[in-house]
C-alpha cells in the first residue's frame, strides 16, 4: 500500500487471500476508523477493537511487528542490500518466518496451523539479494540471453512454484533497473560455503546461451547442476565434464535408439544416411573446398543434393549432412530451385528460417561493432545493405498527441481550435463572432440544469482524510464534422484521481449483438427506433468525492470550491456510473 489511507484496499487484499479474521484489534489509527474500513469490516462480519490510547502494548501485534524490523535490519545488514529495498526484505522475512517452526505453535509452522498443510520449503533456493543469472527472451545472438540481477523474492502469484521476482542489475547507461517475474535463473555465486567463495561476474564462465530444452522446462530442471544454489563447482558450466560410467553411455545408447524408432520413416532414413556419410568421412580424409550445389532429387521422400567441389568432384549429399557443413548456400538454393509438394514444406520452411535468422544475426553485428555496411552497386554479389536505425530510435519518436501539443495552435477544417476558455474568448474577438463563447453557455447551462456542481466559499476546507480529493476542471473543444459546428466540452482530470477502492468496470455493446436484435425486428415486424443522450454522463450521480475551484467559465462564481454531484467526463468511474443509473432506471 502506497499511503495509509489504502488501508481499505490491503485489508480486502488479505480477506481475499488468507480470509476474513475473527477480530481486528487496531491502535486507534484514524484511516482503521473512517467509513471505507468500517463499511469493509461489517461487510465480512469482523469485529474490531482498539486498545487504550497511549498504550500500544495492549495489542499483541506490536511486539511482531517489532521481531520483523529487527529480522529486516539483519537481513539488509547480512546480505549487504541496499535500504530502498526494505519492502521487499519484509516480505521475504515473512515468507520465512511462516515456514519456520515455532515453539509457541508446538513445533508446526505459521502456515501450517493456518492451512492445515505442511508448507513446500523447496522454492528457497536463493536468499534475498542473491546476485543471479535471469533469463531474457529478447536478447538475441550476438548478445547474451542471460543477463546480472538480483534475487527479491518469490513470485505466488506469476507462474509456477519456482517462478521469482527479480530486479534487474544494468550497467551504467543502460537505463534504470525495473522489477521482473523469471522462473529460469541461475545463481552467480561460486564456491558456495567455502572461504574462497566469489561472485561470477565474469562472462567467460557464465553459460549465456541457453538450448531450447532449457526455455521451455522448468528452472529447476533446465538449469546445471554445479549452477543451483547450495551445488559447487570450480569449473564454469560449459567446461564441466562428465566422468566415464560405461552404464550411463549405454543407458544414452538406448534413448537414443528408442528416440530414432519413435520418429517418422522419412526422419529415421535421414539420420541413417547421415551416419554413412560420418562413417566415409571417417575413412576419407582428404578434404574438399565447397564450389556450388549442382542439382538435387528426392529419394524415398529425402533431399539428396548434387554437390560439386574444386577439382570437378560431384558427390550426392544428404540434406541433413550438408546443412551442417554450408547452410546458408543450401537454404539459398532450396529456396530458389527446390519445390515440394505443398506451400510450406519442410526444406523451404527451414531454408526460409535459417535466412531470416542470418539476415538479423548480420544486422546485429553491424549494430554492436558499430561498423557501416557495405553497399551493392548493379551486378555485383555482396552483402545486402541494411539499416542501421534501430526500434529504440523508432520509440524514441514523438507521439501525434506530443507533436500536436507542441504546436501553437491546433486547426481543423482551417478553423484554430482553442486550448482554454482565454484563448477561445480571444479567437472570437478577433474572428469577430461569438461562436466559441455561445458553446461554453451551452455546455454549461446544460450542466446547470442537470445540477452537477454544488457551490461552497472560497474558503471552504475539505479534508482529504475524509475521502475528498481535488481534481482541475478545464474546457475542451472541438469543431463538428458535419457542419462544422462548434463544439465545447467541460471535462474533469480523472488522472489526478485516486480510484483504486472503486469499481471502474463498464461492459459494451458489441456490434454482432445489435445487428442479431435488427434481425429479431426485422422478422417480427417491430419498428427500430434509435435515440441519443446529450450529455449522457452527467445524467448520473458522482460516485467519487471530487471537488475543484471555479474558472472563468463559471462567470461570477470565478474561485469558488465546486463538489462535482454528477459523473462528469473525465472521472474513471463515470462510466460505470451511467451505466448502473440507465439501467435501474430501464428497469
Known sequence: MKTESHNGVALQDYVRQCGAPATLKTDNAQSELGETWTKLCRDQCISTETTE?????????????????????????????????????????????????????????????????????????????????????????????????????????????????????????????????????????????KPNEFVNDDPKYANFFLTNAEKHQNAEDSVEPDLVRGEDSDNPPEMAEREDDPESDSEDEDEE????????????????LEELHDQFELEDDQ??????????????????????????????????????????????????????????????????????????????????????????????????????????????????????????????????IPRNVREALLFDKMNGDSKWAEAIKKEMDALARLHCFKFMPPNHK??????????????????????????????????????????????????????LLMLVAVQNGLDLMADDIGNAFPTAPCTEKVWSVAGPEFGDRQGSVVILQRALYGLKTSSRAFHEFLADLLR
Not at 535408439?257 to 532414413?269: F, M, R, T, V, Y
Not at 530451385?337 to 531454408?351: I, L, P
Not at 482530470?493 to 445489435?514: C, M
Open 53 to 193: 490510547p497511549h498504550h500500544p502494548w495492549q495489542n499483541p501485534a506490536e511486539n511482531k511487528i517489532g521481531i520483523l524490523n529487527s529480522m529486516t535490519r539483519n537481513v539488509l545488514r547480512t546480505f549487504n542490500a541496499p535500504l530502498r529495498k526494505h519492502d521487499w526484505a519484509q516480505k521475504w522475512c515473512c515468507d520465512v518466518h511462516n515456514v519456520v517452526a515455532n515453539r509457541q505453535l508446538k513445533w508446526r509452522t505459521p502456515l501450517e496451523v493456518n492451512e492445515g498443510n505442511t508448507p513446500d520449503i523447496s522454492m528457497f533456493r536463493f536468499h534475498f539479494w542473491e546476485p543471479i543469472w535471469y533469463f531474457d527472451p529478447k536478447s538475441k545472438k550476438p548478445k547474451d540471453n542471460l543477463k546480472k540481477g538480483r534475487w527479491l523474492g518469490i513470485a505466488k502469484s506469476s507462474g509456477d512454484a519456482m517462478t521469482y521476482y527479480i530486479e534487474t542489475e544494468k550497467e551504467k547507461g543502460e537505463g534504470r533497473n525495473v522489477v521482473l517475474v523469471r522462473s529460469v535463473i541461475k545463481t552467480r555465486r561460486k564456491h558456495i560455503g
Open 462 to 515: 475539505l479534508n482529504k482524510s475524509d475521502g475528498w480529493q481535488f481534481a482541475p476542471l478545464h474546457m475542451i473543444f472541438e469543431i463538428k464534422q458535419q457542419d462544422l459546428r462548434h463544439k465545447a466540452r467541460f471535462v474533469v482530470g480523472g488522472h489526478v484521481v485516486d480510484a483504486s477502492q472503486y469499481v471502474t468496470y463498464s461492459s459494451t455493446i458489441q456490434n454482432i449483438s445489435v445487428r
Open 287 to 416: 578434404d574438399y573446398e565447397f564450389d556450388k550445389i549442382v542439382d538435387h532429387e528426392f529419394k524415398d521422400g529425402i533431399l539428396m543434393l548434387k554437390v560439386k567441389y574444386q577439382g570437378e568432384t560431384i558427390f550426392n549429399i544428404p540434406f541433413s549432412v550438408l546443412k551442417k557443413d554450408v547452410p546458408l548456400e543450401l537454404a539459398k538454393y532450396i529456396r530458389e530451385n527446390v519445390v515440394e509438394s505443398k506451400r510450406k514444406g519442410r526444406y523451404n520452411v527451414w531454408a526460409l528460417n535459417f535466412i531470416k535468422n542470418h539476415t538479423r544475426a548480420v544486422r546485429r553485428l553491424y549494430r554492436v561493432y558499430n561498423i557501416d555496411p557495405p553497399k551493392c552497386h548493379a551486378r555485383q554479389n555482396c552483402v545486402p545493405v541494411y539499416s542501421t536505425r534501430t526500434r529504440r530510435a523508432t520509440k524514441n519518436r514523438m507521439s501525434r498527441n506530443a507533436r500536436n501539443a507542441k504546436k501553437k495552435y491546433r486547426e481543423k477544417f482551417g478553423i484554430r
Open 257 to 272: 535408439n528408442d528416440l530414432e524408432e519413435s520418429l517418422p520413416p522419412e526422419e529415421q532414413g535421414d539420420n541413417k
